[in-house]
Antibody, heavy 121, light 107 residues
Framework: EVQLVESGGGLVQPGRSLRLSCAAS????????MHWVRHVPGKGLEWVSG????????GYADSVKGRFTISRDNAKNSLYLQMSSLRSEDTALYYC??????????????WGQGTLVTVSS | EIVLTQSPGTLSLSPGERATLSCRAT???????LAWYQQKPGQAPRLLIY???SRASGIPDRFSGSGSGTDFTLTISRLEPEDFAVYYC?????????FGGGTKVEI
């Protein structure tokens, strides 16, 4: 059974940093791309970032480019999102999502339950 | 960036009725890389359709996707009580990947 468990969310002040983690199990992690997608309460979904199976290719939404960095450790079956210069509009539930294929131009076929990030002073 | 516009914003129907949801893109969606997701309150989204018309594993055949280019449709042939939810389309052929604003299907 595929499991994706996010952690690292919490309350953080504007301008500070936070690192999200996602522990994956139940599938061959290094065969698949991974994504971060966020959901602002009461609003829609926003794709944040994607990474290919071997970290060779990454992509970001314009809203986070230059502030967020996605990475993965295939030896630890883990995905990360380093978030810096956080803004109030980054407040959201952040989902870890398994890609359908090895490249990050892919749909997400399994989603974690999310970790909540709140940016406020 | 490709903007996806979903319509209607809310669809009010009864169990047993047919639901037709639209997703329109501002540019051609590469290789028809268009997916549909269902999200219920308090739950993570679930993949329903990918490649515009392929059903994901375990998805009932009352869900079907169609369309190409810039116009796509999700059809639920006969609504079951558990189908009342929010539905999102997503294009994954061009960076950045983008989602539509969602359609709420309510009773």
């Amino acid at each position: 059974e595929v499991q994706l468990v996010e952690s690292g969310g919490g309350l953080v002040q504007p301008g500070r940093s936070l690192r999200l983690s996602c522990a994956a199990s139940g599938f061959t992690f290094d065969d698949y791309a991974m994504h971060w997608v966020r959901h602002v309460p009461g609003k829609g979904l926003e794709w944040v970032s994607g990474i290919s199976w071997n970290s060779a290719s990454v992509g970001y939404a314009d809203s986070v480019k230059g502030r967020f960095t996605i990475s993965r450790d295939n030896a630890k079956n883990s995905l990360y999102l380093q978030m810096s210069s956080l803004r109030s509009e980054d407040t959201a539930l952040y989902y870890c999502v398994k890609g359908y294929r090895s490249g990050w131009y892919s749909q997400g076929d399994f989603w974690g339950q999310g970790t909540l990030v709140t940016v406020s002073s | 960036e490709i903007v996806l516009t979903q319509s209607p914003g809310t669809l009010s129907l009864s169990p047993g009725e047919r639901a037709t949801l639209s997703c329109r893109a501002t540019q051609y969606v590469t290789s028809n890389y268009l997916a549909w997701y269902q999200q219920k309150p308090g739950q993570a989204p679930r993949l329903l359709i990918y490649g515009a018309s392929s059903r994901a594993s375990g998805i009932p055949d009352r869900f079907s996707g169609s369309g190409s280019g810039t116009d796509f449709t999700l059809t639920i042939s006969r609504l079951e009580p558990e189908d009342f939810a929010v539905y999102y389309c997503q294009q994954y052929g061009t960076s950045p990947l983008t989602f539509g604003g969602g359609t709420k299907v309510e009773i």
